[in-house]
């Protein structure tokens, strides 16, 4: 039976330098995640919490242990620790991830919360970058919300979804035929509405395409696999599951762009959770497997009106697979009703109109935009890149091969709301926001209130300076002579609905031990 | 479903001449046009500063 898909993005931002030579990207990202960290007063000399690494096993593998690696866990100091973490009250994380900050976001339930946190999270790295501004006056330091840096190297924008355990090791460790079939050809083919567009091939000077509409397919070179800076696989089987693996598992997915455009990234989310909840209600009936997934997706994302051979013979185009799934979706109705994905009936309106959009969309041998009748350009990053590009192309009669062109494409993902191409865009009025900026804003300050996260959230913002550790599925207490810890094993539970009264009762995280011992967590 | 209302739902409609959503040549209204000349001259503005140099600027450390 299908459960609520709960949903969270891990964003890794490209970071850029200017001024000081002696900066390294590290140094920059911890200074960003700190001075954000102190404004909220987590860096009080009171604070001394620590991320728990605890649960972290990025070398076990879903699939057993010949797949893992045997290199141990991840060990660093507490020192380091406090340096390049921060639990955050919206219960997500600011990091540096070796050389990047990174902005994990809090987990949510709809793809709509999901989409708001996400920009939410765009908005605390601005906020840092501001606050850097005043360590570093004479150091100008940029952030990018994309996925390549043209020179050959790739970063995630990785997509985590809530699964039932029982359906998540039929289908991708006992039974993976049954991902071959419905959800690889999904995410393969979701490109067409999720891709965020990028100049040329992975690397400047290779032949290829001169314009694409994923920016990570060519990246991915396996189907199922452990790793995410090489060889990288459509499906991460990482065994890291943030949750009580007997009911729940996380479904970690590593193949998506970063998306600028709120309607884009929430088609993505949205329809990706419909595709999951069908996936364990076992709803698909269909064989759409793919001859070659890896080159399908390389193909499609150079040429969106390509025809792609499945494992049957059959040649459907990612517009014909994806339209199957949204038929699919469209009948779908989970076994379990209280499990059904929130804005449902929005997701496939605009998934439906997408399609639609797509098939009457008329791209010329030169990638120009001769028709967009629905106006994609509006709300798909990959076209409203290429309009953009084209523009630039036009004005100043160049090729495809001009470099400045590919100076767009990293500019296009500046966050930054006065020098960002994307900004400065919707700005003019030229796409459609979904959200409201109080909306994001909300999400700046405050855990969405139907998860776990949220009491997460509540813990660090009422009691930080009590405690001792922070992950995904544990808050930790120091008292003293004992540590406490308060399992998070369910993302489902721990909201406000559940919690709000015994917060608002507790002035220490002693009270709030008590209260809820005095109760019962539930989990 | 209460929540999916605050979106505004897209509609399938071909957009009319003078269409504010429309960036199609003879579409545009004289707001439009105007816009858009200030999203070409940003965006020149934009690449003129970066420079071709930018790109070699750029190279990052892959994360995990």
């Known amino acids: ?523 | 479903m209460a929540e999916a209302q605050k979106f505004k739902q897209p509609t399938k409609k071909k957009p009319k001449k003078e269409d504010e959503g429309s960036t199609a040549p003879g579409e545009l209204s004289s707001k439009k046009k105007k816009q858009l000349k200030v999203l070409d001259e940003f965006i020149e503005g934009v690449l003129q500063e970066a420079g071709e140099e930018f790109l070699d600027e750029f190279k990052q450390v892959e994360g995990q």
């Open chain 1, 1 to 523: 039976m299908s459960i609520p898909k709960i949903v969270g993005i891990e964003q890794e931002y490209a970071i850029k330098i200017k001024g000081d030579e002696n900066l390294s990207f590290f140094d920059a990202s911890c200074t960003l995640v700190n001075a954000y960290a102190r404004r909220l007063g987590l860096r009080n000399p009171k604070v001394n919490m620590l991320w728990d690494y605890g649960h972290e096993t990025p070398y076990q593998d879903i699939r057993g242990d010949l797949f893992g690696k045997n290199t141990g866990q991840q060990i660093i100091g507490e020192k380091e620790n406090r340096l390049i973490n921060a639990g955050l009250p919206n219960g997500a994380r600011l990091y540096t991830d070796h050389a990047h900050p990174e902005y994990s976001t809090p987990e949510c339930l709809s793809a709509r919360d999901a989409v708001a946190c996400d920009k939410a999270g765009e908005i605390i790295l601005r906020e840092g970058l501001n606050l850097m501004k005043d360590i570093l006056p004479f150091t100008s330091v940029t952030l990018y919300k994309n996925n390549t840096d043209q020179q050959g190297h790739s970063y995630g924008c990785h997509e985590n979804y809530l699964m039932a355990a029982h359906a998540h090791e039929a289908c991708l460790v006992s039974h993976p035929e049954r991902a071959l079939k419905t959800l690889i050809p999904f995410l393969v083919t979701r490109q067409i509405f999720a891709g965020s567009g990028k100049v040329g091939d992975s690397k400047r000077g290779n032949p290829g395409p001169p314009y694409q509409i994923s920016q990570r397919a060519d990246f991915m070179q396996n189907l199922f696999g452990l790793e995410t800076m090489y060889a990288r696989p459509l499906i991460n089987t990482r065994r890291e599951h943030h949750a009580d693996p007997k009911r729940f598992r996380r479904l970690h997915l590593i193949l998506g762009d970063a998306n600028m455009c709120e309607f884009a990234g929430f088609l993505k989310l949205g329809s990706t959770q419909l595709v999951l909840q069908m996936l364990e209600d076992d709803f698909m009936d269909c064989d759409l497997t793919l001859k070659d997934p890896i080159k399908a997706n390389k193909q499609i994302s150079g040429n969106l009106g390509c025809v792609v051979e499945l494992a049957d013979g059959r040649k459907l185009t990612a517009v014909q697979i994806q339209q199957e799934f949204m038929a699919y979706a469209q009948k779908f109705r989970p076994t379990d009703p209280s499990s059904r994905v929130p804005d449902d009936d929005l997701i496939l309106n605009c998934w439906s109109y997408v399609l639609d959009g797509l098939e009457q969309l008329k791209l010329s041998a030169d990638m120009v935009i001769e028709d967009d009748p629905l106006l994609l350009s509006r709300r798909l990053d990959w076209v409203l890149k290429l309009w953009i590009m084209n523009r630039y192309r036009e004005g100043q009669n160049c090729t495809w091969g001009h470099p400045l062109l590919t100076v767009l494409d990293l500019q296009y993902h500046n966050i930054d709301g006065k020098e960002g191409i994307f900004y400065r865009t919707q700005d003019q009025g030229f796409t459609e926001q979904l959200l409201t900026n109080d909306e994001i804003a909300r999400f700046v300050h405050a855990a969405p209130d139907n998860t776990r996260a949220w009491f997460r959230g509540k813990c660090l913002e009422k009691f930080a300076e009590e405690m001792y550790l922070v992950n995904w599925e544990v808050v930790g207490f120091d008292q003293g002579d004992i540590y406490r810890m308060i399992p998070l094993l369910n993302p489902l539970k721990g909201t406000r609905g559940q919690y709000q009264e015994i917060f608002d009762q507790s002035r220490n995280a002693r009270e709030l031990i008590a209260l809820l011992e005095s109760g019962s967590m539930e989990q």
